[in-house]
C-alpha cells in the first residue's frame, strides 16, 4: 500500500491480484494529473474529478462526467506568483491560498476554520511584502469587510466560478479605508455576493478614507446588494484607477443616488470599459440611478443597463464625464425618469451615442441647473439618439434645456432643432447649439 494515496498491494499468493490494480489504475485517471497540449485534451476521458494541465497554454481543466471544465490559468495577467503544482492543488482541495512575495512556498486558509479566510490571506501575503490571494472554486463566506493591503491581488477562477459571499448585512464587500491610503492592489476573476434579502446592506467596493491609486480591476459580477455597488466618499479621491468589465445583477440602489456614486468633490482620471447593470426596484420600490457623479473625472467606453435601471447618467457639480455608447434597456421600472440622461452644472460631459431599446422616459437628454454649486448647465456635447425597439418611446422630446446656457461655455447637441424643447422662462441665450441645421442657437 502506498503512504499518500492508499494504493492496494496484492497479498503474496493471492489469485485474484488482478482486482486490486484494476482498481488502483481506476483512481490514477483521477489522482494524477494529466499534462499535455490544448489541443490534445480531447483526447482524454474527462472522468469526474480528473485533472488537465495545457502544458502549451497554462490551462487548467477539472472533469466532470463527461466535460472538461476549465477552473483557470497558471501565470494569467503576468503576474509573479510561486506557481505549479501546489497552488493548483491547493485550489483543487477548496482553500484560500496566499502566495507571499517572499515566501518559498503558498500558504493555505481553509475556510471552514475562520469567518475571515480572505482577509486572513491577504494578511499572510501582505506581512511577506505583498503578493497575491487566490480564491478555490465555490463560494467562499466572509465576514466582511475585506480591506486590501497596498502591492496585494485578489484572483479568482472567473465570476461564475469563484465566489465571496459577505454575510455581515451591514458590512461593505471591499473597503478601502486605510490611513495610509492604498496603492497597486488588483481584483479580478470572481464574483461579490452581498447579503441580498428585504433590508439595506453595506457598499460591494467602498472608498472611504484617504486615496486609491494605481486600482485594477478585471472581470467582478456584483449580485445582492441592496446598497451602491461601487462608492466614493466625500474627500477621496481615488486616481489613476482603472476597471475592464463589471456585471451587476439583482441590486437594488433605488434609495442611493446611484450604483456607481462619485461623491468626492475632486479626483483625477478613472477609467471604466464595460459597465453591465441589471439592477432591481423588489426593495425600494424606486428606479436605481446607475452612475452618479459629483466631481472627478471618469470615462466610461460603454454602459448598458436593464432591470429597473432609470437615469443612467447623472452629472452634478463640477465632474468631468466622457461615455462612449449609453444602452438604454429596462424592463422593470416602476416609473418613467424624466430623462436618460440627466447633466448639470458646469463641468464638462460628452455623451457619444444613446441607444434606447425598451423602456419609457420623458426626455433622453436634460440640461439643468445644479442647485447644489448653483451652476448653469455648461459645455455639453450630446451625441446622436438611436431608437431600436418597437417598446422604447420618448413621451416628450429629446433634449429638455431646463436651464439656459451661458453662451461664453456653449453646449452642443448633434442632432434637430426640431429635437430640443426649451422648458426654462428666461430668454435665449445661444449658449446651446443644435448641428442638424448647422449650429441653430437657442
Not at 437594488?252 to 462619485?262: R, S, V, Y
Not at 451625441?383 to 420618448?394: T, V
Not at 429635437?419 to 428666461?426: L, P
Request: charged residues 20%; aromatic residues 8%.
Amino acid at each position: 500500500m502506498t503512504d499518500n494515496h492508499q494504493y492496494e498491494t496484492p497479498a503474496e499468493g493471492t489469485l485474484d491480484w488482478d482486482e486490486p490494480l484494476n482498481r488502483n489504475f481506476e483512481r490514477i485517471d483521477t489522482d494524477v494529473e494529466i499534462r499535455d497540449t490544448d489541443a490534445s485534451r480531447s483526447n482524454y476521458v474527462a472522468k469526474a474529478g480528473a485533472k488537465f494541465l495545457a502544458t502549451d497554454t497554462g490551462n487548467v481543466y477539472l472533469g466532470e462526467g463527461g466535460a472538461w471544465n476549465q477552473l483557470g490559468t497558471i501565470g494569467a495577467g503576468g503576474a509573479t506568483s510561486v506557481e505549479g503544482d501546489g497552488v493548483t492543488s491547493l485550489l483543487l482541495q477548496g482553500v484560500v491560498v496566499a502566495i507571499g512575495r517572499n515566501n518559498t512556498a503558498p500558504q493555505s486558509v481553509d475556510p471552514a476554520g475562520t469567518d475571515t479566510p480572505i482577509q486572513d490571506a491577504l494578511d499572510i501575503v501582505n506581512a511577506a511584502g505583498g503578493g497575491e490571494v487566490r480564491l478555490p472554486a465555490g463560494v467562499v463566506e466572509e465576514t466582511g469587510p475585506i480591506r486590501p493591503y497596498e502591492e496585494t491581488q485578489l484572483l479568482g477562477l472567473g465570476v461564475e466560478i469563484s465566489k465571496v459571499s459577505i454575510t455581515d448585512r451591514s458590512a461593505d464587500g471591499i473597503l478601502f479605508d486605510r490611513d495610509s491610503g492604498t496603492s497597486r492592489v488588483k481584483l479580478d476573476g470572481f464574483a461579490l455576493n452581498g447579503p441580498a434579502g428585504t433590508q439595506p446592506t453595506g457598499v460591494a467596493i467602498h472608498h472611504t478614507n484617504r486615496d486609491t491609486q494605481d486600482l485594477f480591476v478585471g472581470r467582478l459580477l456584483f449580485w445582492g446588494w441592496n446598497n451602491s455597488v461601487y462608492r466614493v466618499d466625500q474627500d477621496v479621491g481615488p486616481f489613476q484607477c482603472r476597471h475592464e468589465q463589471l456585471t451587476i445583477y439583482e441590486c437594488d440602489a433605488g434609495d442611493e443616488d446611484g450604483l456607481f456614486e462619485f461623491r468626492s468633490y475632486y479626483g483625477p482620471a478613472n477609467w471604466f470599459g464595460t459597465i453591465a447593470a441589471y439592477p432591481s426596484a423588489t426593495v425600494s420600490g424606486q428606479n436605481t440611478t446607475v452612475f452618479y457623479s459629483r466631481g472627478g473625472t471618469q470615462t466610461v467606453d460603454y454602459l448598458t443597463m436593464g432591470g429597473s435601471a432609470g437615469v443612467a447618467i447623472d452629472q452634478t457639480w463640477d465632474s468631468l464625464l466622457e461615455f462612449g455608447n449609453v444602452h438604454w434597456e429596462p424592463t422593470t421600472n416602476p416609473t418613467n425618469p424624466p430623462a436618460i440622461v440627466r447633466l448639470r452644472g458646469h463641468g464638462t460631459a460628452v455623451i457619444d451615442t444613446v441607444k434606447h431599446v425598451t423602456g419609457v422616459a420623458d426626455y433622453v437628454y436634460e440640461l439643468g441647473f445644479d442647485s447644489f454649486s448653483g451652476n448653469a448647465p455648461n459645455r455639453k456635447i450630446l451625441g446622436p439618439y438611436i431608437e431600436l425597439g418597437a417598446e422604447a418611446d420618448i413621451t416628450s422630446n429629446l433634449v429638455n434645456l431646463a436651464y439656459p446656457v451661458d453662451p461664453d461655455e456653449p453646449s452642443l447637441y448633434q442632432g434637430s432643432p426640431d429635437d430640443v424643447t426649451v422648458t426654462h422662462s428666461e430668454g435665449a441665450t445661444g449658449g446651446f447649439r443644435a448641428l442638424g441645421t448647422a449650429g441653430t442657437g437657442f
